[in-house]
Structures are given as C-alpha cells and as structure tokens.
C-alpha cells in the first residue's frame, strides 16, 4: 500500500493550493483519510479528517479555511487551502487508516508534500 501525496508549493498570503493523495496497492477498504502537518522540530499535528461516509472533523486553526474531501472511486484525499497565511507553512501528510484484507486496519502515511506560504 502506497499514499502518494502531491499538489504542495510555493504561494503567496492569502492564496489557495489544493493537496491530493491517491491511495494504491492491495487494498481491501479505506476508512478514515486525514491530512497533518508538521514544521522542522516540531511534533506533527492534526489538520482534518474524513470518515468513509463523508463526516468532517477540522483544526480550530484552519475551520472555515480548509475544506477535506474524498473520491472512493479514486482511493483519493484532498485538501482545499484558501486564505493562505504564513503559519500555515509546513510539510502536509496524508494519512489513510486501509483493511488489506484479513486482520484489523492500519494507519498508513504518504511522504509529504512542502507547502511554503510567503508574506
């Protein structure tokens, strides 16, 4: 299993970017999908996640900014950021909680993705 994180860059303050991350390899089920992020020397923290039916929950610091979804059909994840602000300059994870078949499910990770907000 692999989750394969993209769309991360460059922006100015107050721009939007758009996270991705497919999901792929020997996959039984999907169930939550959800985004962190993480600043160098700092613990990684959450940002938003999704349930297999659709249900949201969000940071504090990004409610109202932020928007999670998901396409089942594309074993997908995004992340819509609009209002960009410097803080939110960070490496963004995805993270997938995936059933292989047989046994319970796991978390699984992507690699990241650097997003870098300038003022």
């Known amino acids: 299993v692999q989750l394969q994180a993209s769309g991360g860059g460059l922006v100015q303050a107050g721009g939007s970017l758009r996270l991705s991350c497919a999901v792929s390899?020997?996959?039984?089920?999907?169930?939550?999908m959800g985004w962190y992020r993480q600043a160098p020397g700092k613990t990684r923290e959450f940002v938003a996640d999704?349930?297999?039916?659709?249900?949201?929950n969000y940071a504090a610091s990004v409610k109202g900014r932020f928007t999670i979804s998901r396409d089942n059909a594309k074993n997908t994840v995004y992340l819509q950021i609009n209002s960009l602000k410097p803080e939110d300059t960070d490496v963004y994870y995805c993270n997938a909680e995936i059933s292989t078949g047989g046994g319970y499910p796991r978390d699984y990770w992507g690699q990241g993705t650097l997003v870098t907000v300038s003022s």
């Open positions: 999704i349930t297999s039916g659709g249900g949201t």
């Open positions: 390899g020997s996959i039984f089920s999907i169930h939550g």
